[in-house]
């Protein structure tokens, strides 16, 4: 399986828009196609970082959405998604070392927020070097917490 990381372009975002709506988490965030094509068509105005993966034939399987100073002044990790049908094959990890690379021209740090019930995803940002270093209860659904994890590049 080849795989290619390239910037996102606006013929991107109806196809992950698409899929987005499938995803379990974001369905319990309500995120519906409108919104989520809204979201990410003003991402892509404001110059933010926007990656997507291509697998083989198969385009915009996974992205990432960083918001350049969305962290405490540092990089904020908006979004992170692989197609339901391509994860857990390492497009996720791929995604998420480019989008470091990326990040880390501007910035000394990533942080994002991730669900305290998400504890596959808590899983995968621990094994690429993140710590939790603090939790938001309620803060977006009322029976949630987020918990903020961040990766420090520079020492
Ligand atoms: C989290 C996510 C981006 C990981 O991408 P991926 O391509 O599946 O990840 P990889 O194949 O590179 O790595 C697999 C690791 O991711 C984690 N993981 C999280 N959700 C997973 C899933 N549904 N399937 C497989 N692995 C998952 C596990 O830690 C796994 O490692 P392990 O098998 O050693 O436990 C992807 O599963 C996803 O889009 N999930 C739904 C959206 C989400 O939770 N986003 C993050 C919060 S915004």
Known sequence: ???????????????????????SLW???????P???????????????????????????????VMPQGGFGRAYLRLIGVH???SGQGLGAALLEATESAAAQQSAALFLLVSDFNSGAQRFYRQHGYQQIGAIPGYVLPD????????????
């Open 27 to 33: 369905q319990r965030y309500g995120l519906d196609e």
């Open 144 to 155: 949630v917490t987020e918990l903020i994890f961040w990766k420090r590049f520079t020492e």
């Open 35 to 65: 919104k989520a094509r809204r979201q990410l068509e003003a991402a892509l105005q404001n110059d933010d970082l926007l990656l997507v993966v291509d697998v083989e034939d198969r385009l915009s399987c996974g992205f990432t959405w």
């Open 84 to 86: 339901p049908e391509q």
């Open 1 to 23: 399986m080849t795989h290619r990381i390239r910037p996102m372009t606006a013929q991107d975002i109806p196809v992950i828009a698409r899929w987005m709506v499938q995803v």
